[in-house]
């Protein structure tokens, strides 16, 4: 197996390589990194596919990146970016850097050529922190971020179109309340008539004046009786 090594080393300012030296494999790997990288002083590195993408930002917008095989040492790594940032001139011809940057590749490619070691041990103590992760979270990341946002927008029209239907169903069932009550209330009514039709009659003569105070009646006179008429007197016969 060959010795790990840097493979591929770019100059970017913003999500433009302005320089660019090494295997062009790692080229979309690059930009689709470079999609999710953040304007600021910071250094990290990622791992994906037995490779490690290793980079600095300054708060000038640029960013130093190196691809390198994935146990290939760090601290080299970030000697190498270091040493690139230092030197990197913008504006300076891009070829002359091209070159440049082929030749710092294959120097730290072999930390035993490197003169001084200990000062690059120095300069990347503040490496000790880098926090590796696979890139391929971080391209998922995006993707995740664009689903959710398009799952939110189809949840508010989902909301908004179960809002309105729950309302239309909600005025059907008022109305099919509404007239049940009323066809009742006309049930009840043609009972009632039907039975009271029933007593009273349809032009309600059987009850005539059931309702009415009877008048009183004159209690009866007893007729009179005739009088007595008197009885004759008569004279005691005499004897002879």
């Known amino acids: 197996r060959e010795m790990p090594r840097i493979l591929f080393s770019a100059v970017a300012k913003g999500r433009s390589v302005l320089v660019k030296s090494g295997d062009s494999y790692f080229e979309r790997l690059i930009d689709a990194l470079l999609s999710k990288i953040e304007v600021g002083d910071d250094k990290k590195s990622y791992v994906h596919d037995m490779y490690s993408f290793n980079y600095i930002t300054t708060s000038q917008g640029y960013t130093f990146i190196a691809v390198c095989d994935e146990d290939f040492n760090s601290r080299a ?3 190498f970016l270091e040493g690139v940032r230092e030197k990197y001139v913008p504006g300076k011809d891009d070829n002359h850097w091209a070159s440049e940057m082929e030749k710092q590749m294959d120097k730290y490619s072999n930390p035993e050529k490197v003169d001084r070691i200990e000062s690059i041990k120095k300069e990347l103590d503040g490496v000790k922190d880098v926090m590796k992760e696979n890139i391929e979270k971080v391209l998922e990341r995006g993707v995740v971020l664009e689903s959710l946002e398009a799952k939110t927008e189809q949840l508010d029209m989902d909301a908004s179109a179960f809002r309105g239907r729950a309302s239309a169903l909600y005025r059907s069932i008022w109305w099919k309340d509404l007239r049940f009550r009323i066809a009742i209330g006309v049930i009840i009514l043609i009972v009632i008539l039907i039975i009271v039709f029933g007593i009273c009659g349809i032009t309600f003569s059987k009850c005539g ?14 007729e009179p009786q005739p009088e007595p008429q008197p009885v004759p007197q008569v004279a005691p016969f005499s004897a002879t």
Do not use: I, K, L, M
């Open 77 to 79: 790594t970030f000697a």
């Open 209 to 222: 004046n059931s309702g009415d105070v009877p008048e009183p009646q004159p209690e009866p006179q007893p």
